[in-house]
């Protein structure tokens, strides 16, 4: 799960990532890092994550590092 929440923090500080998009990503990163079920958590975050991955401005190589995290996330659950 540190490694998630590693990747999480990496694409808030990315330049390229869009303002919306980073906020999303901080809010999931704190969904991660509440104490509770994990497979309630995961669930939610995946959920979010999904809406992050179809957002248009999202540039190619930030999508795939959000499906990168719905598979590790998936290993997971």
Known sequence: MQEIIEILIDL???NT???NVKDKVRIVNEML???GDIKI?????LHE???IADDPNLE???RTQIWNIVSML???A
């Open 74 to 76: 998936e290993k997971v």
């Open 12 to 14: 808030e500080g990315d």
């Open 60 to 62: 190619p190589y930030t």
């Open 41 to 45: 958590k995961v669930n939610k975050v």
């Open 17 to 19: 990532v869009p303002r």
């Open 33 to 35: 890092k509440e104490d």
């Open 49 to 51: 994550l999904d809406d």
